[in-house]
């Protein structure tokens, strides 16, 4: 039982390039998240998904695409990378019912230069 | 507007000491209350979850507090050890469509 995970943990970008993070959680969870960490602010949410097949727009969406093909992943794309979005970005899962807690991944740390 | 507030930024403490770090909250409408440990360079690991009916939670030394008429949060640590120095970040749910509120985080350091 690996929990969440996260693919790649450390990634280099030029301006402009592309990328995808890959989550991949075992727990059979339906809710997925993506979010984003920058110094002296809260963890911010991107998008999020309720279920396969289905995501949702969260707090800072521009610059970001997701896909949930398979219940089980939740990717998120860059399709034109911007030293604005250099970050520490987070996925986490949860189940739809309570307790509703929260399982992170341990984070993609993303460098767009 | 919906906002988290922790206090303090950062808290120095002595190994085996307590501590009370706090969090204030605006949210509405309000839906659960979450307390989290963020070691450096790793993930949130979830301490404690409350809803609106509950007013205190525990998990091993770690004691959250819920007052939902004044939407203030506590949470507090006993008997501090070195491996507590971490963040800890309050979130707050709110039943409108998935939104979470975070706050920025207590920096704890535990020193011996």
């Known amino acids: 039982n690996a929990g969440v995970t996260q693919t790649p943990k450390f990634r280099v970008l030029k301006t402009g390039q592309s990328m995808t993070l890959l989550c991949a959680q075992d727990?059979?969870?339906?809710?997925m998240y993506w979010y984003r960490q920058d110094p002296g602010m809260g963890l911010r949410l991107i998008h999020y998904?309720?279920?396969?097949?289905?995501?949702a727009k969260g707090e800072v969406p521009d610059g970001y695409n997701v896909s949930r093909l398979k219940k089980q992943n939740f990717l998120l794309g860059l399709e034109s990378a911007a030293p604005s979005q250099t970050s520490v970005y987070f996925c986490?899962?949860?189940?739809?019912?309570?307790?509703?807690?929260?399982?992170f991944g341990p984070g993609t740390r993303l460098t767009v230069t | 507007k919906n906002q988290v507030e922790q206090s303090p930024q950062s808290l120095i403490i002595l190994e085996g000491k307590n501590c009370t770090l706090q969090?204030?909250?605006?949210?509405?409408?309000?839906?659960?209350l979450r307390w989290y440990k963020q070691d450096t360079g790793r993930g949130p690991v979830s301490l404690t979850i409350?809803?609106?009916?509950?007013n205190t939670k525990s998990n091993g030394r770690y004691t959250a507090t819920l007052d939902a008429d004044t939407k203030q949060s506590s949470l507090h640590i006993t008997a501090s050890q070195l491996s507590d120095s971490a963040s800890y970040i309050c979130?707050?749910?709110?039943?409108?469509?998935?939104?979470?509120?975070f706050g920025t985080g207590t920096s704890l350091t535990v020193i011996p």
């Open positions: 986490a899962s949860e189940f739809s019912s309570p307790p509703y807690e929260q399982y």
């Open positions: 727990m059979n969870h339906e809710y």
């Open positions: 998904s309720v279920g396969e097949g289905t995501t």
């Open positions: 969090c204030n909250y605006t949210v509405s409408p309000f839906s659960n």
């Open positions: 409350m809803t609106f009916s509950e």
């Open positions: 979130v707050v749910s709110s039943f409108t469509g998935n939104q979470f509120y």
